[in-house]
């Protein structure tokens, strides 16, 4: 077998989509053939073996006609030949091909939206190759269905040659954008229990609403449709309806074509309640009544599948903290659909012997393996829990380093092994943000921070920022590794540097810095404790000369450095949930500080904050209660700078450094400061009636609190009594491209002569 020089021009040529395949009459006819030799015209680029792998057969092998119509089948579907020709001549077989030519350059033209670089990332055709065009043809769809997934379903790609001799072309993808396909109306049908309103802010995709060139989830996603659909199901079945159905997703373009209108045909079924509920044991040795202590499940409860996974969870902890291996939960249900409950029988089962043979982690390009396997609580050679599995794939997500998360079970190297497989999808973890604001207090602010949650793949959270205004500057750091020694535990360290200049605020200025390495390690499933040990300093200079006495000789004592210890305990019932409807948060912060400095003191702080949903959880409530305290243990006692403000975070209406203990003989009244704190608020947030797409919900609120207490009085010149505060207000929630905004506008209902009011307030909106 030989390559041949005849020229391309010697042959017939013959036209056709793929090219067509000649065989003589005579050939046709005949049964088999045998080829002694393979003569190859028209090659260029292509090697002749690669012609030879395609035909499939070699010197002198029978070829029947069949074989050689498959063999002209595999040439022209190779795709690197525009026509191919077989022609038979005795015992020589000639094989006549034209190659496609080379691609010089690839363009993309009419895309607005996107950036060729990120479109031509996604494409298979390059510079350099074999133009072909059913790989272009892949490519235009490919390109069109990025176009869709950003809700531009009317996208058309075409690709186009320009052919530039040499055997080359340009390679050209003409795009025609076409209008963002919005979803105009979400609606649902079958809804009894919870309204529409409530419903779209389940889903993740939204109504088209006034900030549609900015919000992209209310652009037409099937997919994102589809998950919505899942997501429903999550938040009924939470709430007592495990028969709840999404039997159909109806999405209609009208002629106008300006948007789809989405339709969820729902069936709820029945609300269930928690019937009667125990626990037995099939386990010799094992007392079921220790084990239902842990479960917490009340009878008469909303039905709550997350409820009963949680319990099964703590109690299967039990088990391995007692030694008792391959023990499972099993939940048995007993239906009773006149009372609408459903009885819950949890039996602890001998499971069976199935142990973990290994985690293989795959997809993580930056993120070191250390960090996934710290996720899990379950290791080589320990028992297979299915579980603690799925617990494990939760916490790889949440971690928030992986933008997909996919872990599966499969056998192992025998029936009683199992290989868990963990598929994760790298996605950006650091981000640079630059910013400002503006207070009718403090005027115009900047800030600017860094932040990356995954530090060098290590799972580290490092963070620097800068915030300041025309009186204050705050340079702050923050560093944390959150498995050290591959354990639960975190090691840290936080530090700033604060200094504030005279205002009509405050008429002195301020400089105060700390740092302050930190432990923090669980001590139950909901508790964490800190332990921190650090130094700090602070100084008061520049004070205004009609100033009271008090900040007179607080400001000479200069620079105070010290040493401070303390400890944090919190307590947090964030529940796995979809969509949480209570959760309770408990602080307590204690610290003794001033070690070397001038006065030794111990300060403690607390706060309790609730958040319940009522009204079918059309209406959220939220409730606080927070204090403080301050003793000097020795020493000149206490500065401006250690003293506590009770400032708008805790009771709105007053301006910072608004409200406490004054020396009302001084010429600026300047506030002083507490030793003693202690504020309420409670507050209601509600719907307004508005379309759900504006993203608008309404609320009112009311703030009580005091500040109190002075370690120099001036012999009881200054009233350093506890006098309550209150105010009440309304607020407007706000959804917004740049963060949830929220609106204050308060009336101080109790207050002295000499506070300071800040009716007006625009802050970031918090949840929780």
Do not use: C, H
Not at 221 to 238: C, N
Not at 304 to 327: H, S, V
Not at 660 to 679: I, S, V, W
């Amino acid at each position: 077998m030989r390559k041949s020089v005849l020229k391309p021009a010697a042959t017939a040529i013959f036209f056709g989509m793929t090219g067509l395949a000649v065989l003589a009459p005579a050939s046709v006819q005949a049964q088999s053939y045998n080829f002694q030799s393979v003569q190859i015209v028209g090659t260029d680029k292509v090697e002749a073996s690669t012609v030879l792998s395609y035909l499939g057969f070699g010197k002198g092998q029978t070829v029947s006609a069949g074989q050689l119509n498959d063999a002209y089948q595999r040439l022209a579907g190779s795709g690197l030949f525009n026509t191919v020709e077989l022609q038979p001549r005795g015992n020589t077989l000639i094989v006549r091909v034209q190659e496609y030519s080379v691609i010089s350059r690839i363009n993309i033209e009419g895309n607005r939206r996107k950036d060729d670089e990120d479109l031509l990332a996604l494409i298979q055709s390059q510079p350099r190759r074999v133009f072909s065009p059913s790989v272009a043809e892949r490519d235009a769809q490919i390109i069109a269905e990025a176009y869709a997934a950003d809700g531009r379903i009317a996208a058309e790609v075409t690709p186009r040659i320009i052919r530039r001799g040499g055997g080359r072309v340009d390679l050209v993808f003409e795009v025609i954008e076409g209008k963002n396909a919005e979803i105009e109306s979400l609606t649902f049908n079958g809804n009894r229990s919870f309204s529409d309103a409530r419903l779209r802010r389940v889903l993740t995709s939204k109504q088209a609403g006034l900030l549609r060139t900015f919000v992209q989830v209310d652009t037409f996603d099937p997919e994102r449709l589809e998950f919505d659909r899942q997501v429903l199901g999550d938040f009924y079945r939470s709430r007592g309806f495990v028969d709840f159905e999404a039997q159909a997703l109806v999405a209609e373009l009208p002629e106008s074509r300006d948007g789809y209108k989405v339709t969820y045909q729902i069936v709820e079924g029945q609300q269930f309640s928690l019937g009667r509920v125990n626990t037995i044991s099939e386990v010799d040795g094992v007392d079921p009544a220790e084990f239902e202590r842990v479960a917490r499940l009340r009878t008469g409860a909303v039905y709550d599948p997350t409820d009963i996974d949680n319990a099964i969870a703590r109690m299967e902890r039990l088990a391995i903290q007692k030694g008792l291996n391959f023990i499972t939960v099993e939940p048995r249900v007993t239906r009773n659909d006149r009372e609408g409950t459903l009885d819950i029988e949890l039996a602890i089962t001998r499971g069976p012997r199935v142990i973990v043979e290994r985690i293989d982690i795959e997809g993580n390009q930056t993120t070191l393996d250390r960090v996934v396997r710290s996720q899990f609580t379950t290791v080589e050679g320990d028992p297979f829990n299915p579980r603690a599995i799925r617990n494990a794939a939760e916490r790889i997500r949440a971690l928030g380093y992986f933008s997909d998360v996919q872990v599966e079970a499969r056998e192992g190297s025998a029936s009683d092994r199992v290989v868990v497989d963990v598929d994760v999808e790298e996605q950006g973890t650091g981000s640079l943000s630059f910013g400002a604001s503006y207070s009718t207090a403090t005027g115009l602010g900047l800030n600017a921070s860094f932040v990356e949650t995954n530090f060098l793949g290590r799972g580290q959270y490092i963070s620097a920022e800068f915030s300041g205004g025309a009186t204050t500057r705050n340079y702050s750091f923050s560093f944390a590794e959150p498995n050290l020694l591959g354990r639960d535990l975190t090691l840290g360290i936080d530090a700033f540097y604060y200094t504030t200049t005279s205002s009509t605020i405050a008429m002195y200025d301020t400089a105060q810095f700390q740092v302050l390495p930190y432990v923090e390690f669980p001590i139950s499933a909901s508790s964490r404790v800190s332990l921190r040990v650090g130094a700090g300093g602070s100084n008061i200079t520049n004070v205004d000369p009609a100033s009271s006495a008090v900040l007179m000789a607080e400001a000479a004592r200069g620079w105070q450095y010290g040493a401070q210890a303390g400890l944090t305990y919190k307590f947090d019932t964030a529940y796995n949930a979809i969509d949480p409807t209570s959760r309770l948060f408990l602080r307590f912060d204690g610290d003794i500080g001033g070690l070397g400095s001038d006065n030794t003191w111990l300060r403690a702080t607390a706060l309790a904050r609730a958040q319940t949903r009522v009204l079918n959880d059309e209406v959220t409530l939220r409730a606080e209660v927070e204090g403080g305290a301050l003793y000097s243990l020795s020493g000149a006692g206490s500065r401006v700078t250690d003293r506590f403000q009770l400032g708008t975070d805790k009771v709105r209406g007053f301006a910072p450094y608004g409200v406490g203990p004054r020396d009302l003989l001084a010429g600026n009244q300047d506030a002083l400061g507490g030793n003693f704190y202690a504020a309420a608020r409670v507050e209601a947030q509600f719907p307004l009636g508005l379309p759900e797409e504006y993203g608008i919900s309404g609320g009112v609120f009311a703030d009580v609190g005091s500040l109190w207490g002075l370690d120099n009085t001036l012999g009881g010149a200054i009233d350093d009594s506890a006098y309550l505060r209150s105010s009440v207000g309304a607020s407007l929630f706000w959804e917004t491209p740049i963060g949830p905004l929220r609106f204050n506008y308060s009336v101080p209902v109790v207050k002295q002569g000499y506070d300071r009011e800040n009716r007006f307030e625009i802050t970031i909106s918090t949840s929780f």
